[in-house]
């Protein structure tokens, strides 16, 4: 896998960073402790695997104040180009995967492909690929059982182990059911005996069952024979009681004849009472048609004298007031004039009223902002000598912009504040865990001395308190700088107060006003003048009221009729009395006596033509009523005559209920019997059918179970194969076996590198058990004797071998201070051997491209690409400085 570009936006410190990398060239990423070299790393290692590879959570890769990161990797493998986009907000993490422009995977995916392709995952790619901090000669310091455990881990032997461990447990486990299938020999001789009970009790229920069957045979021969009898007998019965229930019926019918031939004598006698009264009614009713006249002719000659009373009151009401009304009209059409002339003044004077208002509102405002703008301009005068307009939003302007740049000094500040209290804080860590450490805890190089350790100490300490003071003084450069904000928040809202422009509006206003009151003032005389001729109109319409509205009303009365027809209405009545009075006098000789109260004669006339129309009503059904009177009779005398037959035929029929009742119990009987025996036999049939299925249940366990015990002898020589797999895959079989063929392929491989070094180790020998010997011309040396820049050199040889045999992918190596724990002779030796690596390329070993993150200079000189990495306000900054060529 080679390591092609980066780029790197809102991570940790970095905003917007970019880095290309040459395959097969060295790249140093050099710059100051703190700078963001290692970031740079981290971003490599999240896009590959979606994990933070140090320090704290994922969330921690966000820089402070934004919401969102993006790390975008290309790299390449195989000869193909793939690309890594990775987004963490503050929702989730987001992911893609591309090839070209072709999706491979999304999310959750990118990260098992990314295995997929490469064939690396996280904790190997940080034992092979990534040596971090500290860490160069960690696997030669190694206690042989921890480099044992790490390389085995590396190669994969720790999966064989868990994979012997995992067939350990599943020979436990099918032990244990070898020995539960033992248990099923003894439940199959159990099935057994359960069988023959089974066999034993169907045999028992079959004999039972015979036996009701012919039970029931027998009772069902007597049934028949005493069924024969019941239905004569219950023939016998239903006629007997229908003749009963007909006979009943006949007497229920006489009765109700007997009942209707009472009532219908009553009926007759009351109908031939009535047709005496109606001969009597028939010599008074005729004059009713006469009264009526009578009556309605005396009502129309009262409705006309009062009518005739009331037109001549209206007439004379009307000539008294006529002239009054007249005049009444014209006052009151000059009154109206009078008013629609005062509305339309008053509209002006209304407008007269408001500037009046409006210029007493304004002459009050214009006082009070004078007096408020002598008070603010005495207070302003510092900022705002000359209290113009033009001045006030120059000066308004002037300040907005003194504070925009306050603003930007405490964000500054703040900024600064925070990075020094965190520095503190990993000061005092560092100290607190300082003690008797025999290394030092920023870089982890070990202590030559006490003094060595005491300089770290005391340096560390003139750190912490460089930076107490620092945080003091920008506590007060803060507060004075709040301090400046708010006085010119003051005298920039004093400056807004001041309302230079408002008094001239108003000024301006008023003289408009005043110009408009001069125009309307000759409205005010009109207005006057109007409401005395009011006043005087109102005077004489009050007087001529009374007689306007007397003379409206008796106008109303007579519906608006004139003069004459009025007196050709009192002509016409007068002439209509007389006639009346005719036709009354006419009417009183027909009925042949003046009735004393026509309206009560008229109601007793009345009365009694509604009881002639009633009883004549009667009268009128005396046929009808005979003629139904004779028909029940006849009916009577039929109904007699069939009650007799049914009587005659009863006596002949000689029904028993006694010998019935008899019958029926004893057939009820019977049939009960025959009922139960049913029952038993159903009863038995289900518990044959249950015991059939349990011996066809049980017969079905018996095969599964002799299945089982087949299967048992199955398992067991499985476990014995199981077993023999298991010990293949112990320590001490195929693990032993990969450790024997893949430990010479590691030492070969070393060997190939460290030729590269220019050093005079002739020989590395890597045993099965990972123990490690080096060879010089004098000999076997060990490790501990050999020179800090020799155990660099063999360390990298050894981790490069490693990924080397792991995989054929890996093709590069990436250095995260690298010179930890190295004091000066030591860099050199190592920027040396690094340099002497990426110039001699052997033909038979893989080319690797480096990357290495220092803030050592000594190692600029061995790089192909130098990024240059410096921090301002916060904010990681990288720059590439040059291009190194042999």
Not at 306 to 320: A, F, N
Request: glycine letters at 2%; aromatic letters at 6%.
């Amino acid at each position: 896998m080679i390591i092609k570009s980066i780029k790197i936006k809102d991570f940790i410190s970095h905003v917007d960073t970019e880095l290309n990398f040459n395959p097969y060239e060295t790249a140093v990423i050099v710059g100051p402790n703190g700078a963001g070299k290692t970031s740079i790393i981290d971003a490599i290692l999240y896009s590959l695997f979606g994990e933070k590879p140090r320090g704290d959570s994922v969330k921690d890769i966000i820089r402070i104040g934004k919401n969102s990161t993006e790390v975008d990797l290309i790299f390449q493998e195989s000869g193909q180009e793939y690309r890594v986009i990775r987004t963490r907000d503050l929702k989730g993490n987001y992911a893609r995967l591309l090839k070209g422009d072709n999706h491979l995977a999304t999310d959750k995916e990118v990260t098992s492909e990314v295995r997929r392709i490469t064939g690396l995952d996280k904790n190997i790619a940080i034992s092979s690929i990534f040596i971090r901090q500290g860490e160069i000669s960690k696997l030669l310091d190694d206690q042989p059982k921890e480099r044992k455990n790490l390389i085995g881990r590396l190669v994969g032997l720790d999966k064989l182990e868990r994979s012997w461990e995992n067939i350990k447990s599943i020979i436990s486990y099918f032990d244990d059911v070898s020995r539960r299938y033992d248990n099923f020999k003894v439940k199959l001789d159990d099935l057994t005996r359960e069988i023959k009970s089974i066999e034993e009790r169907i045999k028992e229920r079959c004999d039972e069952r015979e036996r009701m069957k012919k039970d029931r045979s027998d009772k069902k021969n007597e049934l028949v024979v005493i069924k024969n009898k019941y239905d004569s007998l219950k023939q016998d019965r239903d006629r007997y009681q229908e003749l009963n229930a007909s006979l009943k019926e006949l007497n229920i019918r006489m009765d109700e004849r007997d009942d209707q031939i009472e009532k219908l004598k009553k009926e007759l006698s009351k109908a031939e009472n009535a047709k005496k009264d109606v001969e009597r009614l028939e010599k008074d009713i005729w004059k009713i048609e006469y009264v009526e006249r009578y009556v309605k002719l005396i009502r129309d000659k009262e409705r006309l004298e009062k009518d005739l009373k009331e037109i001549k009151s209206l007439k004379t009401e009307i000539d008294e007031t006529k002239d009054a009304h007249d005049k009444f009209e014209i006052l009151n059409k000059s009154k109206n004039e009078l008013l629609s002339k005062k509305d339309r003044l008053n509209e002006d004077y209304k407008k007269i009223t408001e500037i009046d208002t409006k210029i007493e509102y304004l002459n009050k405002e214009l006082e009070n902002k004078i007096k408020e703008n002598i008070n603010l301009e005495s207070k302003a005068a510092s900022i705002l000598p000359i209290v113009t307009i033009e001045r006030k939003k120059e000066k308004i302007k002037e300040l907005r912009e003194i504070l925009d740049d306050i603003e930007s000094s405490l964000n500054y500040i703040k900024t600064r504040e925070g990075e020094i209290k965190g520095r503190l804080h990993e000061i005092n860590e560092y100290l607190e865990i300082l003690g008797d450490k025999e290394a030092c805890p920023v870089c982890k190089r070990p202590f030559q001395t006490d003094k060595e350790r005491d300089k770290v100490k005391n340096d560390l300490e003139i750190e912490r308190d460089r930076l107490s003071i620092d945080i003091e003084d920008y506590k007060r450069k803060k507060d004075g700088l709040i301090i400046q904000r708010d006085d010119i928040n003051r005298s920039l809202e004093e400056i807004k107060n001041i309302e230079i422009e408002r008094i001239e509006e108003i000024k301006n206003e008023i003289k408009y006003l005043e110009r408009d009151k001069d125009i309307l003032k000759p409205v005010l005389i009109e207005i006057e003048k109007t409401n005395e001729r009011l006043k005087e109109v109102d005077s004489e319409i009050e007087c001529l009221k009374d007689f306007y509205d007397r003379y409206n009303a008796a106008k109303t009365s007579l519906r608006y009729r004139n003069i004459e027809d009025v007196k050709a209405d009192i002509d016409l009545m007068i002439q209509n009395i007389t006639d009346i009075e005719a036709d009354i006098s006419s009417t009183i000789s027909i009925i042949g006596y003046e009735p004393k109260d026509g309206e009560e004669e008229l109601k007793r006339l009345r009365k009694s033509k509604e009881e002639y129309d009633r009883l004549s009503s009667k009268v009128e059904d005396i046929p009808a009523i005979k003629e139904e009177l004779q028909r029940y009779k006849d009916e009577k005398e039929d109904l007699i005559v069939k009650s007799k037959s049914i009587e005659d035929e009863i006596k002949k029929l000689a029904f028993s209920d006694e010998e019935f009742k008899r019958v029926e119990k004893t057939y009820n009987e019977i049939s009960s019997e025959i009922s139960e025996l049913e029952g038993s036999i159903k009863q038995l049939e289900k518990q044959l059918d249950t015991y059939t299925k349990d011996l066809d249940e049980k017969n079905d366990q018996i095969s599964k179970i002799e299945e089982k015990v087949k299967e048992a002898d199955k398992i067991k020589s499985f476990c014995q194969d199981l077993e023999q797999i298991k010990n293949a895959f112990s320590r001490d079989g195929m693990q032993k076996v990969i450790r024997k063929r893949i430990a010479p392929l590691i030492s070969e491989v070393a060997l190939s590198y460290l030729d590269r070094f220019n050093l005079d180790i002739e020989s590395i020998d890597i045993n099965e058990d990972f123990d490690i010997e080096l060879w010089k011309q004098s000999g076997k040396v060990p490790i501990a004797s050999i020179s800090g820049g020799e155990k660099v050199a063999v360390a990298i040889a050894i981790r490069l071998a490693i990924a080397n045999v792991l995989s054929s992918k890996i093709s590069t190596i990436i250095m995260d201070e690298p010179t930890t724990n190295l004091d000066g002779e030591r860099i050199n030796e190592l920027a040396e051997i690094l340099s002497n690596f990426s110039t001699s390329i052997s033909s038979n070993v893989p080319v690797v491209q480096l990357i290495i993150v220092t803030h050592q200079e000594e190692l600029e000189n061995i790089a192909d690409t130098i990024y240059r990495v410096e921090k301002k306000n916060g904010v990681s900054y990288v720059k590439e400085i040059s291009q190194i060529e042999d």
